[in-house]
């Protein structure tokens, strides 16, 4: 029986590389796949992996219909056994009923990969869907850290390193990013909650010395 499957976590824990090997697996023994993503950060229609693999991928726009896709695929000839469906935080609750219907009623599998929250930990509308209608949820395996070594489990969006908690839920963009750029950090939710980023603890630190240092002199 075909399954909805969303596999889930922070940003930059191997979302998309699961996605471009679950898709190598599956056709390399001959089943058919459609992949499809939406505002990746290496372009329109390209899924990418931080580890260097990428693959052309259909572009997910606001009126685009699964359903409609897939049996529209099927009706020129093509079986569609599964649809890879990557960035899938960025698709509409509604897109995300299309994918059960898939599921259901046309038997393909559909794999969805995403982050649940957004820098604000609140649930993306897609995400939040595919909580409410997977067959599962899986947790990937590799563990993304906090700066302080727990496990991250909730995505900051940086300005300069700092934490910010104003502006669009939809902001395209990368971890690791550098000067005054808007980024993004894995961080816990001890870390999250105090808005307390690896530079933001770097100066912490450094003024805390910088009074011993007074205190002693
Ligand atoms: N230079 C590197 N060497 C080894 N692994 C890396 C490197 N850069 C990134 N990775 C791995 O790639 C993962 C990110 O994979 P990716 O599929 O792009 O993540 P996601 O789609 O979840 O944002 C990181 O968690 C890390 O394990
Ligand atoms: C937290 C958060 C993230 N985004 C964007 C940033 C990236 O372009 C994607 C996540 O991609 P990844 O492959 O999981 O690294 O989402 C956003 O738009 N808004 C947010 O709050």
Not at 27 to 54: E, H, N, P
Not at 85 to 92: G, P
Not at 122 to 132: C, I, T
Not at 175 to 191: F, I, P, W
Request: hydrophobic share 45%.
């Amino acid at each position: 029986m075909a399954e909805l499957v969303f596999f889930s976590g922070t940003m930059d824990c191997g979302k998309s590389t699961l996605a471009l090997q679950m898709h190598h697996n599956h056709a390399a023994r001959g089943r058919d796949g459609v992949l499809f993503t939406r505002q990746d950060r290496a372009g329109t229609a390209t899924i990418s992996s931080r580890l260097g693999l990428t693959r052309h991928a259909c572009e997910v726009g606001d009126t685009t219909d699964f359903w409609a896709e897939v049996v529209t695929r099927r009706t020129q000839g093509r079986p569609v056994d599964y649809l890879v469906a990557d960035e899938a935080q960025f698709y509409t609750a509604e897109q995300v009923e299309q994918l059960a219907r898939v599921v259901d009623e046309l038997d393909a599998d559909v794999f969805a990969f995403g982050i649940t929250t957004d820098f604000r930990a609140r649930l993306f509308p897609g995400s939040a869907r595919l909580v409410e209608l997977a067959d599962r949820v899986e947790v990937l395996q590799v563990r993304a850290l906090c700066w302080c070594g727990a496990r991250a489990t909730h995505n900051a969006r940086t300005v300069g390193g700092a934490m910010v908690v104003e502006g669009a839920q939809v902001v395209v963009g990368d971890v690791g990013a550098s000067g005054s750029q808007v980024g993004y950090e894995v961080l816990c939710r001890r870390h999250h909650v105090r808005r307390m980023t690896a530079a933001t603890a770097r100066a912490v630190h450094a003024h805390a010395d910088a009074v011993l240092f007074e205190q002693d002199a």
